[in-house]
């Protein structure tokens, strides 16, 4: 290469040999994962761009750390919960994580960048909202593990709760109970909200409460549950499912600031009022003051699925994508009470 010369990359490759960059670097690893035609000709193309792989990056990769990079965002409190399983189950096999928050002055780009300059050697991404592709690149460099989102692409391996049986198991307690009139509190476009939802609109349906279905936007946060608190006065339904916990927090504040009461709500038990039913089980959802019927996401089995998936990718043991759907349970509590006969 003459001085000056642009030095051809493995994006170079890949888009001549017409596969993502995540395979051309499979191929030029000699990791196992793409068929012989696509090695071959990957190859090919490789040879006849003139591509060599960066010594020094690869010399750099060949430095063991143990080092787990984990993106979080600090607005979320289920996060701040399940990092502490995920330091648990790094701990028993000999891993240590190193945290790269987002925040709202600080996106999930910046937080990865972060973390590749630390030279982990693999990377936890909880719930990210970077885009497939963009998965698929980070995927080429290092193993990317993929927490509470799917995403369809074999580099990324994902770990996730399944959202669609935890929203039908909410209706399902609520139907139960009595209630008919059930809303769900959207979580727009964030990671889980599309599964959640239609678990929501499918348990309706087979309750034979297809027209009574009503999905209100919400979103992540305690503003986004009372600004969908006050979308459903002055007439609100009997019961509510809500994207997550926090969210759910806003709505419980709302409602009860309007004199809506709610079963539980200080304390006392009583049928009517409105029964909210969150989703996560987050540590101050079990507090006395909140006590939130809720969904809960397995914590260990979540964190030990994540772990396991990073360390076999690292250590060569398993490199066949995976996708790992740990099962949710209903955690019943004082938000959620029998409907008024009527």
């Given at each position: 290469?003459?001085?000056?010369?642009?030095?051809?990359?493995?994006?170079?490759?890949a888009?001549?040999?017409?596969?993502?960059?995540?395979?051309a670097?499979?191929v030029i690893?000699?990791a196992?994962?793409?068929?012989?035609a696509?090695?071959?000709?990957?190859?090919?193309?490789?040879?006849?761009?003139?591509?060599?792989?960066?010594?020094?990056?690869?010399?750099?990769?060949?430095?063991?750390?143990?080092?787990?990079?984990?993106?979080?965002?600090v607005?979320?409190?289920?996060h701040?919960?399940?990092l502490?399983?995920?330091?648990?189950?790094?701990?028993?096999?000999?891993?240590e994580?190193?945290l790269?928050a987002?925040?709202?002055?600080?996106?999930?780009?910046?937080?990865?960048?972060?973390?590749?300059?630390d030279?982990?050697?693999?990377l936890?991404?909880?719930?990210?909202?970077?885009?497939?592709?963009?998965?698929?690149?980070?995927?080429?460099?290092?193993?990317?593990?993929?927490?509470?989102r799917?995403?369809?692409q074999?580099a990324v391996?994902v770990v996730?709760?399944?959202?669609t049986?935890?929203?039908?198991?909410?209706?399902?307690?609520?139907v139960?109970?009595?209630?008919r009139?059930?809303?769900?509190?959207?979580?727009?476009?964030?990671?889980g909200?599309a599964?959640?939802?239609r678990?929501?609109?499918?348990?309706m349906?087979?309750?034979?409460l297809?027209?009574?279905?009503?999905v209100?936007?919400?979103?992540?946060?305690?503003d986004d549950?009372?600004?969908?608190?006050?979308?459903?006065?002055?007439d609100?339904?009997?019961?509510?499912?809500v994207f997550?916990?926090?969210?759910?927090?806003?709505l419980?504040?709302?409602?009860?600031?309007?004199?809506?009461?709610?079963?539980?709500?200080?304390?006392?038990?009583f049928?009517?009022?409105?029964?909210?039913?969150?989703?996560?089980?987050?540590?101050?959802?079990?507090?006395?003051?909140?006590?939130?019927?809720?969904v809960?996401?397995?914590?260990?089995?979540?964190?030990?699925?994540?772990?396991?998936?990073?360390?076999a990718r690292?250590?060569g043991?398993?490199?066949?994508?995976r996708?790992?759907?740990?099962?949710?349970?209903?955690?019943i509590?004082?938000?959620s009470?029998?409907a008024?006969?009527?």
């Amino acid at each position: 290469m003459q001085s000056g010369e642009r030095r051809t990359t493995l994006a170079d490759v890949a888009a001549e040999a017409g596969v993502s960059v995540a395979l051309a670097s499979i191929v030029i690893r000699g990791a196992a994962g793409a068929g012989a035609a696509t090695r071959e000709r990957v190859l090919e193309v490789a040879q006849r761009l003139g591509y060599q792989p960066d010594s020094r990056a690869r010399l750099l990769r060949s430095v063991r750390t143990r080092l787990l990079g984990v993106v979080f965002d600090v607005r979320h409190p289920f996060h701040t919960d399940l990092l502490t399983g995920l330091y648990d189950a790094a701990g028993a096999v000999g891993y240590e994580l190193t945290l790269s928050a987002v925040t709202p002055r600080r996106d999930e780009r910046t937080a990865i960048g972060g973390l590749l300059q630390d030279r982990c050697e693999a990377l936890i991404l909880f719930s990210p909202r970077s885009r497939t592709a963009d998965l698929a690149a980070l995927a080429a460099r290092l193993p990317v593990v993929a927490m509470m989102r799917t995403v369809r692409q074999r580099a990324v391996d994902v770990v996730r709760t399944d959202d669609t049986r935890g929203s039908e198991l909410a209706v399902d307690h609520l139907v139960d109970l009595g209630h008919r009139r059930i809303v769900h509190i959207d979580g727009g476009a964030l990671p889980g909200a599309a599964e959640r939802r239609r678990g929501y609109q499918d348990a309706m349906r087979r309750h034979d409460l297809g027209d009574l279905i009503r999905v209100i936007p919400g979103g992540s946060g305690e503003d986004d549950g009372a600004r969908a608190a006050e979308r459903l006065l002055p007439d609100p339904p009997t019961a509510v499912t809500v994207f997550n916990d926090l969210s759910a927090t806003g709505l419980l504040d709302v409602l009860r600031g309007h004199g809506h009461p709610v079963p539980g709500g200080g304390g006392q038990r009583f049928h009517g009022g409105v029964s909210v039913v969150g989703y996560d089980d987050s540590s101050f959802s079990r507090l006395a003051h909140i006590n939130l019927t809720t969904v809960a996401q397995d914590v260990a089995a979540l964190a030990a699925g994540a772990v396991r998936r990073a360390v076999a990718r690292i250590e060569g043991t398993d490199v066949e994508h995976r996708e790992v759907v740990i099962e949710p349970r209903l955690i019943i509590r004082g938000t959620s009470g029998p409907a008024v006969p009527g």
